[in-house]
């Protein structure tokens, strides 16, 4: 029978699972990919900030290695749940265009970073990479290998988001023997009912079969990722799903939140909000999902990300390394991350910025000659302070405050007297301890690390303390 979050407290190795504090504290907050997040870039921030920027890298000198992002934003179909920058088209011929203009950005990303640094990181997203045809994507990596020096296969990390339903087993070979070496499957849900219900019907045994075929093909790492609180999921079928993801093995497990929001995602609108499972349900499905999970053997990462002890995710934590981007969590906590396409992020020096969100503005950008940039913002020492405060305890789940204060011109407890007092109350919930040296996330704290983290973020508390506004985040839980 499913295990239900009735008995209050669940113990797992590294993680506590409280019902009634997730009960009480589960509310909107951002998923810190990045801080300041998305939300506050600024539209004065543009093509000359960026040049500024990496400017500033080559006068402090030295080699630091590259994160490189692609986003290909074309699906075949649409899932209903999907809140992704997409676009759903069956016209091949979008995706020539696209590559055409994608191809010259990289192109001026490469000349701006000449000789300074190596790629040690690539990601695809989308959208769906393997959208593009495997004549498309031979050609893009070649053109990559091109334009940048990349790290050996045994040392770069090199991933890509593949629908199982747009590969076979031979594109899958196809696609280590171009340079991919991690490789990330979508599945949500392996109850056909679920996935009928959210337009993504998807055959377990077809899922499995790429699983397979990425090992025979020699990949490092395979990831699965997983939703819960979609349409007609229930405890039983969670259960089922689980046991059929446990069996199968994955190296990384992320398991996200549906958060249920057709105002900002219009495919949403065709989710039948009646067949959606309760809070109650839902909470039940996340502690039967953290139960399973760390009873096979997978280390809680952090926020829904699970690892083998032998993952190189789950390494880098162990030995403080973990850093996390736009991306989710990452093992090159020192890389620039340089992203080409539209809508995509880069975090280069002190800034973020933004590409156009549309392929109109994105092209005609580049037919200027600049790079698409729409909206970025240049980080204040405040900023850079408050972002490692919140990289720390987002990856390692503690925080040293000798270290801040030898790193910061600033006295920790007179800076952050107000935020010290948020903390207060979290800690009489049993949710970190505060000490003379260290703020200490307690195993029941982690799953609530995002309402730790909101505490830290100004323009959050701002918002929130001078003008109340609908804010776009999901549940922290």
């Given amino acids: 029978m499913p295990t239900t979050a009735s ?20 509310q909107s907050g951002p998923r810190y990919t990045s801080y300041p997040t998305a939300d506050r870039f600024q539209p004065d921030f543009g093509y000359g900030n960026y040049l500024e920027a990496v400017a500033g890298l080559r006068m402090r000198g030295g080699r630091r290695p590259l994160s490189l992002y692609l986003h290909i934003p074309f699906c075949d179909t649409v899932c209903y749940y999907c809140g992704c920058n997409k676009i759903v088209t069956k016209d091949r011929s979008k995706a020539a265009t696209y590559l055409s203009y994608l191809k010259q950005e990289i192109e001026m990303q490469a000349r701006l970073f000449a000789g300074m640094n190596q790629i040690e990181q690539l990601h695809f997203g989308g959208g769906t990479p393997t959208y593009l045809s495997d004549r498309q994507m031979g050609e893009l990596m070649a053109h990559l290998r091109h334009q940048f020096e990349f790290a050996p296969d045994d040392l770069g990390e090199y991933s890509i988001e593949i629908d199982p339903r747009t590969v076979s087993v031979e594109r899958v070979h196809s696609l280590r023997a171009q340079g991919f070496n991690r490789i990330s499957l979508g599945v949500q849900d392996f109850d056909p009912d679920v996935q009928k219900a959210v337009n993504r019907i998807q055959p377990e045994a077809e899922t499995v079969a790429i699983i397979e075929a990425a090992r025979a093909a020699g990949f490092r790492s395979v990831s699965i990722d997983l939703i819960y609180g979609l349409p007609l999921q229930s405890l039983a079928t969670m259960e089922q799903t689980i046991a059929k993801v446990i069996s199968a093995s994955p190296d990384r497990i992320a398991l996200y939140n549906y958060a249920h929001m057709p105002h900002l995602f219009k495919p949403q609108r065709r989710i039948h909000e009646a067949e959606l499972p309760t809070a109650q349900v839902k909470l039940d499905m996340l502690a039967l999902c953290i139960r399973r999970l760390c009873a096979a053997g997978y280390v809680y990462i952090g926020m829904d990300h699970f690892a083998k002890p032998t993952d190189e995710l789950a390494i880098a934590q162990r030995q403080g390394r973990l850093h996390r981007n736009f991306q989710g969590y990452s093992t090159r906590a020192e890389a620039e991350l ?34 698409p940039i729409a909206r970025g913002i240049k980080l204040s020492t405040d900023d850079l302070l408050r972002r490692i405060i ?77 003008a109340p506004q609908p804010l776009r985040y999901s549940k922290t839980i």
């Fill in 338 to 371: 340089i992203s080409c396409g539209v809508s995509a992020i880069s975090a280069v020096g002190a800034t973020y910025c933004q590409n156009e969100k549309t392929l109109e503005a994105y092209y005609e950008k580049l037919d200027e000659g600049k790079l």
């Fill in 390 to 466: 919140i990289q720390m305890l987002m990856c390692n789940f503690e925080l040293s405050i000798e270290s801040i204060e030898q790193a910061y011109p600033i006295e920790f407890r007179s800076y952050f007297a107000p935020e010290l007092a948020k903390l207060a109350a979290l800690e009489a919930d049993g949710l970190l301890s505060i000490e003379p040296a260290w703020l200490t996330v307690t195993p029941k704290g982690r799953l609530l690390i995002r309402n730790i983290c909101m505490v830290f973020d100004r323009y959050l508390n701002a918002a929130r303390d001078n």
């Fill in 7 to 26: 008995q209050n407290v669940a113990f797992f190795p590294s993680v506590q699972f409280d019902a009634d504090i997730i009960g009480k504290l589960s």
